[in-house]
Structure formats: structure tokens, C-alpha cells
């Protein structure tokens, strides 16, 4: 049994949310090596690498995945996690699991936060690979209660639902919360108020009005400035085990026998170029990532007997499209082990 000592350099996880307009997006931009999976489409004006915009729960599930077993980048973003949940919720929604109903004693809820606990965990891969994970998301303001004499007041929350905020904090090494910060002077003459000021800061502290933390001992207020804890970044950057963009080519020594099966990934497949405009781009997106053709994803369903063998690709109904969406690793094995296997 290994005991250990003294401080584990590792990949950081840091929560970024703030209001409306303040640069979330900028700010994450400046992290090392950036790769965004920019789920509201906030990143356009920006020069930065990016997936496609997800269109399901299954596709942002891959690009993780795909980040984890690639390392095409040294830090993975998340650009908003809440535009996130709401694609978590459609899935869902799909499956049954999200209703606008409130009589189901909370049961979404639970679904929701286990589905978002899946994704916290492959994040956790990708930070286990030496990866930066940055989340971002918007703020917003509920009212607290508070049973003491502070009574009710308003402060700022991750804009999440209540079962999934608290996830994303316990996760996170950091929470940064950015605002404006504005200073009240009262006119003694007038006894009038005027606000003025408006610098962009970020707060690291936990207090009343707001959610934040770090483990790095940063001043509680700070200016909105990625190189207040670029010195952080850049040391657990270069503490890690550097990201391997290209496989290095062995020296030439002589030729060994492979025992094992080398499986090597299917680029013989062309890319899709056309996908019936009567599939979703929910499916159409999946059906990208993974080569299939309109004719195999037909033959899917006709194999499956959800649909009779002569069923045309527009009369295929939309709840049938979200089911396979949202069983797509089921709809994959079907078509790999019944269908192209003959």
C-alpha cells in the first residue's frame, strides 16, 4: 500500500459563469490550446478550433470521448454548460424522462443529474489525460432564504436547474464568478444615488451574493483578466504530461512479429455527401460523425422492425428519429453486427 506526500500537479477544472455580454467566451479562449464545444454558437466571431455545434446529448458525449482518446488539444471548453442542459433535457424528453409535469415526485430531476453526472465523470477522463476542462455558463439571480436576520435577498447562480448546479461546483477545482463591479455615490447635498464605475471582475471567494472557490489561494476580487491565473495554468500546463499531437515514428530496429489483432480505425469509408433532407439534423449529425448512409440508417430501422421494409425515409416519424438518437450506441451495434457484417 503506496502512501504519498506534498502536492499532485494535475490538469485543471475551472467553472467560469458571469453575466450577459461580460467575455466568458474570451476569457476560456485564452487557456492553453483551446478546443470548443461551443453549444450556443458563441464562439463564430472568434479565431479559435471548435467542433460542430452538437445536436444531441450523444454527439456532446462523443466530442468528450473523442478529446479523451485523441488529445487534440491542452484544454477542452465547454461553452455553456447551461445551453448543455437543455440539450440533456431533450434527450430525455425523448426517453420519457422529462416532462413539463410536477406531480412525478422529482424523478427528472434525478434522471437529469445522473445524466449530468455521466458527463462530469468523462470529464474527469479527459483531466485524467492531462487535460484542461473549462465550463462556462451564464448567471442568474434567485432569491435565498435565509432563516437567520438576513432574511431574503438575491444572489447569483450557476443557471442551472437545483440538482445539477451543485454537481458542477463539487466538481470543479475552481468556480470563478464575473461581474461588474459598480460603486454607489450618494450626492450630500441631493441625498441622491448614482451608479458608477462598471470595471469586469471575478470573484473566487464563496459569499452571500454569489457562488465561487478556488485551491490556489487567490485574492478574493481580482480584475477580469486571464493572466491573473495564467501563472496556475501555465505550471499545471507544464507539470503534465504534454499532450501528444502526432505519434513519434520508432527508431529502425528489426521487424517484430504482432501477435495481437491491430484494429485500425475505417477511413476507407467515404464521408456522407448527401443526407436526406427528410432526416433531422439531430440523426443527420450522428450519421456524419459515424459514416452511415441514408440507405443503412433505413436499413436500421426495417432490421429493427420498427418500420415495414418499403417505409420511405419522409414517412418515418419524428418520435422514431428521437429514439434513435437518444439509443444511438444500440442503433451503431445493430447496424455494424446485422447489417454491414453481411
Not at 42 to 55: A, E, G, I, W
Not at 117 to 132: E, F, P, R, T, W
Not at 133 to 155: C, I, N, Q, S, Y
Not at 286 to 314: N, R, S, Y
Amino acid at each position: 500500500m503506496n502512501i504519498s506526500s506534498g502536492k499532485v500537479p494535475k490538469a485543471q477544472k475551472v467553472v467560469l459563469y458571469g453575466v450577459e455580454g461580460i467575455g466568458k467566451s474570451t476569457f476560456a479562449s485564452q487557456f492553453p490550446n483551446p478546443l470548443f464545444i461551443d453549444t450556443e454558437d458563441s464562439t463564430l466571431h472568434m479565431n479559435v478550433q471548435r467542433f460542430d455545434k452538437p445536436t444531441s446529448w450523444t454527439m456532446l458525449l462523443q466530442q468528450v470521448e473523442f478529446v479523451k482518446q485523441n488529445k487534440p488539444c491542452q484544454t477542452l471548453v465547454i461553452d455553456t454548460i447551461d445551453w448543455a442542459e437543455e440539450i440533456c433535457k431533450r434527450h430525455l424528453m425523448a426517453q420519457g424522462k422529462w416532462t413539463d409535469s410536477s406531480n412525478d415526485y422529482g424523478a427528472k430531476y434525478i434522471a437529469l443529474s445522473k445524466e449530468f453526472g455521466n458527463l462530469l465523470n468523462k470529464l474527469s477522463d479527459v483531466i485524467d489525460q492531462g487535460i484542461h476542462v473549462v465550463v462556462t455558463a451564464h448567471a442568474w439571480l434567485r432569491k435565498k432564504e435565509e432563516p437567520d436576520e438576513m432574511g431574503a435577498f438575491d444572489r447569483y447562480e450557476l443557471k442551472l436547474e437545483k440538482k445539477t448546479a451543485p454537481l458542477v461546483k463539487e466538481w470543479a477545482d475552481m468556480v470563478l464568478f464575473a461581474n461588474y463591479k459598480m460603486i454607489v455615490i450618494t450626492d450630500s447635498k441631493t441625498n441622491s444615488k448614482k451608479a458608477t464605475g462598471g470595471q469586469r471582475m471575478m470573484f473566487t471567494t464563496h459569499r452571500p451574493a454569489w457562488d465561487a472557490k478556488n485551491r490556489m489561494g487567490l485574492a478574493d476580487e481580482l480584475p477580469f483578466d486571464y493572466g491573473q491565473i495564467a501563472q496556475i495554468i501555465n505550471e499545471a500546463t507544464m507539470a503534465i504530461s504534454p499532450v501528444q499531437t502526432q505519434t513519434e515514428q520508432p527508431l529502425a530496429t528489426e521487424p517484430q512479429v504482432n501477435t495481437q489483432p491491430v484494429i485500425e480505425p475505417d477511413f476507407g469509408r467515404e464521408a456522407i455527401v448527401e443526407v436526406s433532407p427528410h432526416i433531422p439534423k439531430s440523426i443527420a449529425d450522428l450519421m456524419q460523425l459515424d459514416h452511415v448512409t441514408t440507405e443503412e440508417i433505413m436499413a436500421v430501422i426495417h432490421t429493427g422492425g420498427f418500420m415495414p421494409v418499403d417505409t420511405p425515409v419522409e414517412n418515418v416519424p419524428s418520435d422514431l428519429w428521437d429514439y434513435l438518437v437518444t439509443n444511438w450506441s444500440s442503433a451503431m451495434n445493430l447496424l455494424n453486427t446485422k447489417i454491414r457484417a453481411f
